[in-house]
């Protein structure tokens, strides 16, 4: 598996190079390779499925145009999913008088519920409605794309050290909404 | 395992699972969509700079770079502009001493606001200097001085050639009396007369610097009954002050006479100029500092027949310049001794500034004076000098209204 990782990453700063070059091609190729998790991380953030699109599809807007300023082609992946956040952040302050969309009747009746003592969709997706886009891009950055405190400094402007205190009060928050309810 | 880090995996959980609902797209579709739209800079590497310098920061808060580099490039260009324009333009400068300019005041009668102007000898390039009254140019010309009344008392104000703002001191604590006084040659000391503490209408001659630092007595008050000084100046070689001294006639035991007495500017070698009894005041050094010229009464009593006369410093060589009927006031000496320059006042409330070459003191003055109708020209003899040249018509100038009340104190 460690070998797989090591011959793709080659692989990966290749096609970054192409596409910072101007490939079309291969920048379709990094596109199919991040598109979905950069839509997820955009989705925990917008809350609906239309500002999730137009996040992503400006994120990647935002990718073609400054791919050349990359300097760790092997880093693209963080990168995008910074920029995604990023946009959907904006997008959802530019939207913010716009109602939140009900997502309960994209999700699965056996999932509105908790039976195995897990956190209800339909709860979480009310519980982020009441976070500000600021809290919602911390969270999905922690646990969707999986950054560490340090990584999401990077992509916020806030400190390790503050990103940490706000997860803490963040989480502490959810759990008094989420289990009270 | 603590209650916060179970929540925490059930929340991990439960995103991760809240993230799977996000919308699927076309990735063909969002590539094509974002290279049409994205772009990309046309200037190769200067482009990508600029656009990393300009594009916002990725967590959308804080200056971009770029913004700040232009800040303070402005910021930087603004300073070198400020530096190098006070080198290469330096503030225009009050004074226009040495090249024969005049300087008076003009302004209406009593306290009211006066102003101070500069004109060419020839009686051209009017222009306006500052507020204030009696304004006097240094014997050197690098220093234009002038007093301010205000509540506080009268206050002189001395600006150098240089530019920059006049420098400000307290001559004397009270607004209440017109303060005489004269520049040194070279602008530093001024010489001005000061009431006394005792007796509010005796004044004593003091000297000092400009900056407001405490002068020092080189004369007292004079010590005989209703007796005061005059006018004052300052020699251009810096040696000696001439100023008037009103006295009682002890002949007549009425009418009062005038004296001009000269004394070293350490107070030393006080003595008296002129002895012929009548109004002799406003006195000015001829730049050599060996004559001065005053306006005396031509009969030693009546004062409107007043007339310019120039006296050696030793007392010798009295003599009368002008022979007009008009009342002459306020003589000031070009700098090359070519000239003097004075008032004249023929009809009561209008004067006339004149000069006179010293060359041929015969010759009459030539003079401005405004038409009664308020635009500009010249008036034919006799209410005024004919002009020193052959034309008929002087150049037409600016209109100004010389009112009877202005005073003139400059030097050509």
């Known amino acids: ?181 | 395992m603590t209650d916060e880090t179970m929540f925490e995996r059930r929340l991990a959980n439960a995103l991760g699972r809240f993230a799977l609902l996000a919308p699927p797209m076309d990735d063909e579709l969002v590539a094509v969509t974002a290279i049409e739209l994205g772009g990309r800079p046309k200037l190769g590497r200067l482009g990508q700079l600029a656009e990393t310098l300009f594009a916002p920061r990725p967590w959308g808060r804080g200056m971009r770079p770029g913004y700040l580099l232009v800040f303070l490039a402005l910021l930087l260009a603004a300073i070198v502009v400020a530096t190098v324009g006070g080198f290469v333009r330096r503030e225009s400068p009050l004074v226009t001493g040495r090249n024969g300019s005049i300087v008076y005041s003009v302004g209406p009668n009593g306290h009211q606001a006066v102003q101070n102007v500069a004109i060419d000898a020839d009686g051209q390039g009017l222009h306006q200097v500052d507020a204030g009254r009696c304004p006097v140019y240094s014997h050197d010309g690098n220093a234009l001085a002038w007093l301010s009344y205000e509540d506080a008392g009268a206050f002189l104000l001395v600006a150098d050639m240089g530019g920059g703002g006049p420098r400000k001191s307290l001559l004397v604590e009270s607004a209440q009396r017109s303060v005489a006084f004269d520049l040194s040659p070279d602008g530093s000391r001024v010489a001005w007369l000061r009431p006394t503490s005792q007796d509010p209408t005796a004044t004593e001659l003091f000297v000092g610097p400009t900056d407001g630092s405490a002068g020092t007595r080189i004369a007292a008050a004079p010590s005989g009954p209703g007796e005061s000084y005059g006018s004052l100046s300052w020699s251009p070689d810096g040696r000696s002050i001439v100023f008037a001294t009103y006295r009682r006639d002890t002949a007549t035991g009425g009418s009062r006479r005038t004296a001009i007495e000269v004394v070293g500017v350490d107070g030393s070698d006080r003595r008296s100029v002129t002895t012929r009894p009548g109004p002799e005041d406003v006195l000015s050094w001829s730049p050599d500092s060996r004559s001065i010229a005053y306006v005396g009464s031509s009969d030693g009593v009546d004062s409107s027949t007043d007339d310019v006369f120039v006296i050696g410093i030793d007392g010798m060589g009295d003599h009368r310049l002008t022979t007009s009927s008009s009342t002459p006031r306020a003589p000031a000496w070009s700098p090359d001794g070519g000239y003097l320059a004075f008032l004249v006042s023929g009809d009561g409330q209008t004067a006339r500034l004149a000069t006179l070459p010293l060359a041929a003191p015969t010759s009459a003055p030539r003079c401005r004076d405004p038409a009664p109708n308020g635009s500009y020209g010249h008036r034919t003899a006799p209410s005024c000098f004919r002009p020193r040249s052959s034309r008929s018509t002087p150049r037409r100038t600016e209109p100004t209204s010389f009112r009877s009340t202005e005073s003139f104190a400059g030097r050509l």
């Open chain 1, 1 to 181: 598996m460690t070998g797989l990782l090591m011959q793709e990453a080659p692989r990966l700063a290749s096609t970054v190079r192409l596409a910072a070059e101007g490939d079309e091609a291969a920048f379709t190729r990094l596109v199919v390779l991040h598109r979905e998790s950069m839509a997820r991380v955009a989705f925990v953030i917008c809350g609906d499925a239309e500002a999730t699109r137009d996040a992503v599809q400006s994120a990647w807007s935002i990718a073609w145009r400054r791919l050349p300023t990359l300097r760790d082609p092997e880093r693209v992946g963080p990168w995008l999913l910074g920029i995604a956040a990023n946009e959907a952040r904006h997008l959802v302050r530019a939207r913010r008088r716009r109602p939140v969309v009900d997502i309960s009747e994209t999700i699965e009746p056996d999932e509105r519920t908790d039976p195995a003592g897990l956190i209800g969709l339909v709860d979480l997706q009310r519980a982020l409605a009441d976070l500000t886009p600021d809290d919602r891009r911390l969270l999905a950055l922690r646990y969707v794309a999986g950054f560490d405190s340090t990584e999401i400094a990077r992509h916020t402007g806030l400190s390790a050290s503050g990103v940490r205190s706000r997860l803490a009060r963040l989480i502490e928050r959810l759990r008094t909404d989420i289990d009270h309810d």
